[in-house]
């Protein structure tokens, strides 16, 4: 259907050349949603960021209003199976590592959510955190980035990593089995795509821990080093 087809140009040296159907011109769009991603012309997700943050907002605020318990783990668990998804669906696509307008715009929902949690509100955002057994936002989408890229290298994906990173040749003892080399971009906003951003936070990890047999195991491992990854996070308390 021509209704459902239109234009997203890409690039700053795009010629905007006009597209038919047949006869039917087509529009021209700045974002376009694409498998539930908003994707701009630049690349960059910021629309996407704010529609997800209103949608997911507005699903904290029912849970808040609708449900009678006072259980703080039986609100937490609803929490999670109805609001966070939303904050969290493709984020190996548009995680925002660089912009941290997004990543507190993001961070806003939780920590205005656990805000109002009972007996919650006099306590700050990162002991509430720990009270209810939560991760930052920020740091669950850097464990998403890594997961992704193990079923990269791993071959459980039917993407090719080798038309995203150069595999290194493993040389000194402080480099793993699947250490890789970041893709060489011209633009700084192309730093934040996921080929670059997962690199170094992938090669700090230790031979131990990519090599675990099991996505499972792998992901326990990464939560067992926590500590190593906190300083690939930009979200300040």
């Known amino acids: 259907s021509v209704n459902k087809c239109c234009i997203l140009r890409l690039g700053r ?11 039917c011109p087509l529009d021209s769009v700045s974002c ?18 704010d529609h997800i943050c209103k949608k997911a907002m507005g699903v904290v605020a029912l849970i808040l209003k609708n449900i009678s318990s006072r259980n703080v783990h ?7 199976t109805f609001a966070r ?14 912009s941290v307008a997004d990543i507190e715009k993001i961070e806003a929902v939780q920590r205005y959510f656990t805000r ?8 700050c955002y990162q002991d509430r955190l720990k009270m209810v057994d939560l991760d930052t936002l920020e740091f669950r989408r850097l464990i998403r980035d890594l997961l992704f890229m193990y079923r990269l290298t791993h071959g459980l994906s039917i993407i090719n990593p080798d038309e995203m990173f150069e595999l290194v040749d493993v040389g000194g003892r402080r480099r793993h089995s699947f250490y890789v080399r970041p893709p060489k971009f011209r633009l700084t906003s192309s730093k934040s ?3 670059y951003r997962v690199v170094n936070p992938w090669n700090s990890l230790s031979d131990y821990v990519v ?3 099991r996505i499972s195991n792998f992901k326990e491992n990464l939560y067992r080093r926590k500590s190593r990854l906190l300083p690939f996070l ?3 308390f």
């Open 32 to 49: 376009q949603r694409d498998l539930g991603v908003l994707v701009s012309g630049n690349l960059k997700f910021h629309e996407h960021v």
């Open 211 to 213: 090599t675990s047999s």
């Open 13 to 23: 040296d795009n010629p905007e050349t006009a597209y038919s159907i047949g006869n």
């Open 193 to 195: 795509f996921f080929s």
């Open 85 to 98: 998804p939303q904050l969290e669906y493709a984020c190996e696509v548009w995680n925002p590592v660089y």
């Open 74 to 80: 039986t609100i937490v668990d609803i929490y999670k």
């Open 234 to 236: 930009h979200y300040k």
């Open 116 to 123: 109002k949690l009972p007996n919650m509100q006099e306590i």
